[in-house]
């Protein structure tokens, strides 16, 4: 009897120890992360107004907002991406270049593409500044990997 | 007169020890089997004819050395894809356990049956291929399609150990049928670049914190080589 208790607690143990792996809850692909700052004090974040995004072909990601920053996702079919960005119906035009990698994650999300090499192909200067790449590499979306100077 | 008495009284004492140690030779002699089992996991097959994408094969085999202890081996070849929300992959490969097994049923006269419990040492030797996979990506905005690479990883080991809980009943003469559950823990594994081994032929899928769980359903043939008195 007393064995048979033991056999039912190892049993027990060992059922309890396998974990759920069925739900991704790890960081998957990030979003491209822009951040608007007063051109004329560069270290001044500077809000705006009213703000529409939308990547060219694809629907609008913010519709009149105001807002300092923005999370933008990269196309992970491209190697580029072009972003219209109306800034109180002032149009600008950013197209981001970049090489993607694939990266593992886990059984349940499968693999995350990463950006790196982020450059500015082209980009229009109707009411944007200037702009500067914090980060080439775009591996999480917890902080902004460009600024943007209005 | 006492004196003959008690003479009688040794005398009589002297027959009954006589009679009781005759009784001791009449005994029947209970002979137990001792020799190899031979046997197959029957659940492996019957899984290729429902489950296209798994193909196994398992030999087992365990040798009596002591009166509950037993010798056990179990030998595989598996090829099994897996199909994720995200990824799709082939795990193609061998293993080889060894271990003992621990008979904890107290057998009745002429059974030979057993519950056991048991240890075992699993090693693997496989190849991954990753058939395809999709990134992953929160949202719907840019949908990620679907790359097929087919890249293979060659030469992956994995080793572990595992628990082992089952029992085998005598239906016939010298034929055995067997149940049993494994929880394994994998001791290392030679990871592939920038993938997992998630599956792992012998040890079954490898769980989060690398356990993992494993089921036989054997049928197996004894061939007696010695019979001991028990």
Redesign the interface.
Known sequence: MK?NLI?MA??FL?IL?????DI?IED??PNLVLRFYDNENQTEVKQITDLTVW?IN??S?YVNESLDSIAA?????QNA?TYILVNNLVNDTITFSYDRN????????????TFDNMQIESNTTNWIKNININNTLIDNDTTAHITIFH | MTQRHILLFFISLFYVSIATSQIENDTIKIKEKYGIRIGVDVSKPIHSIFETESKGFEIVSDFRFLKNYYAAVELGVLDKTTN????NFTTKGSYFKVGINYN?YENWVGMNNEIY?GLRYGLSFFDQTLNN???????T??I??T?EPNMQFSDLTAHWVE?V?GMKVETFKNLYLGVSIS?NNLISTTDPE???N?YVPGFNRV???N?G?GFNYTLSYLIPIIKKNK
Not at chain 1, 73 to 77: F, H, W
Not at chain 2, 84 to 87: A, F, R, S, T, V
Not at chain 2, 133 to 139: A, D, E, F, I, Q
């Open positions: 064995k056999l190892l049993l060992a120890s396998c974990e759920k792996d991704c998957t692909t990547a694809y629907d990601i996702p990269l196309d992970l079919n991406t694939d990266i593992f994650v886990s059984r349940s999300c499968g693999y995350k593409t | 994720e929300d995200y990824i904890a419990v996979y999709t990134p992953n990506v929160k949202g905005y840019f990620a399609e790359l628990f809980f929880f920038n993938f997992k998630l769980f989060l914190n356990t769980v």
